[in-house]
Every structure is written in structure tokens, then in C-alpha cells.
């Protein structure tokens, strides 16, 4: 068997040899350099362009998504206050409606009291003039029965008869020359 110490001297002899791996060998430089040039080229032509491209497809639809949502959220604040003004726009129609109705519901009340009002003052008027008549008829009857009172006895105290017409001609006469306010009571 191979011992471990014989191993280890084999090796150490080996780099010796070649150099070390820490040692510049200018044939290894020039080829990492040239490996190295190589890949870079073939990197950007058919790694970093395909990325860089979906990149750059990746930040144009960011970009419209964020423009999309802009406009969504103008068009929203748009509708917003619309419906804002909608809204107020029906609050006044409301309140006007509302002031309208009160107005008219007070213009009802006040038409139908003065309505009342004046059936009132017709139907007091009416009464008035019904009782005026009334009064007139009564004056008219107590004079009549005081026309044929005082013939009664007119024609008691002459002794004397007077027809019925001459009799009343008399006592109209009597009674027209009397001051009117007698002829009132």
C-alpha cells in the first residue's frame, strides 16, 4: 500500500515541477483573457439581448399597466364627482320640491280658513239679514194689529163707523207722521 507520506511527496514534487498554482504562467493568462473575451461576446449576443429585450418588454407593460391605472383612477375620481354632483344636484331638486309642497300645503290652509272665513261672514250676513226680515215682518204684523187695535177703539170712542179702508188710510197716515225712530222700536 501506497503511504500517505509518500503521496504527499509525489505531489509537492509534481507542482515543483510545473509551478505553482499561485505561480502567473502567461500561455494560461492569455487563453483565461481570450476564454474570457469569448464568452462575454457570446454572452450579449445570445443571453444578456434576449433578457435586456424581456426587460425592457416587462417595464413597458409596468408602464402601461401604470398608465392604465392612472386613467382608471382619474375615470373613478371623474365619476366620482359626478355622482357627487348628481347627488347635490338632487338635493336641491328635493329641497326645492320640498319648499314647494310646504308652500303650497300653506297656501291651501290659508284659502281654505279664508274660504271658511268668508262662508262665516256669508252665513253671518245671511242670519243678519234673516233676522232684519224677520224684525220687519214683526213690525209690520204689530202695526197692523195696532191699526186694528186703535180702530177698535177709535170707533168705541166716536162712536162712529168708518169702513175698514178709511180706517187704516187713517191710522197709516197717523203712523207715517210719527218720528221715524218710533217707527223703528
Given at each position: ?15 515543483e515541477a510545473h509551478g ?107 242670519a243678519r239679514r234673516q ?55
Amino acid at each position: 500500500m501506497v503511504d500517505m507520506t509518500t503521496l504527499a511527496r509525489v505531489m509537492l514534487a509534481s507542482e515543483e515541477a510545473h509551478g505553482g498554482l499561485m505561480d502567473p504562467h502567461t500561455g494560461t493568462i492569455i487563453w483565461t483573457v481570450i476564454i474570457f473575451l469569448l464568452l462575454m461576446i457570446f454572452l450579449g449576443k445570445f443571453v444578456w439581448k434576449p433578457i435586456l429585450k424581456a426587460l425592457e418588454e416587462r417595464e413597458g407593460r409596468i408602464r402601461e399597466s401604470l398608465e392604465k391605472a392612472d386613467k382608471v383612477a382619474a375615470d373613478a375620481e371623474k365619476a366620482m364627482a359626478e355622482q357627487k354632483a348628481q347627488l347635490d344636484q338632487q338635493r336641491q331638486e328635493m329641497t326645492e320640491a320640498m319648499r314647494r309642497t310646504r308652500e303650497e300645503a300653506e297656501k291651501s290652509a290659508r284659502e281654505l280658513l279664508d274660504k271658511a272665513r268668508k262662508e262665516a261672514s256669508e252665513t253671518a250676513e245671511q242670519a243678519r239679514r234673516q233676522v232684519e226680515q224677520e224684525r220687519k215682518k214683526a213690525v209690520e204684523q204689530i202695526r197692523a194689529e195696532a191699526v186694528d187695535i186703535a180702530l177698535v177703539a177709535a170707533s168705541h170712542l166716536l162712536n162712529k163707523t168708518l169702513d175698514s179702508e178709511d180706517h187704516r188710510r187713517i191710522v197709516d197716515d197717523y203712523l207715517k207722521s210719527l218720528p221715524s225712530n218710533l217707527q223703528k222700536h
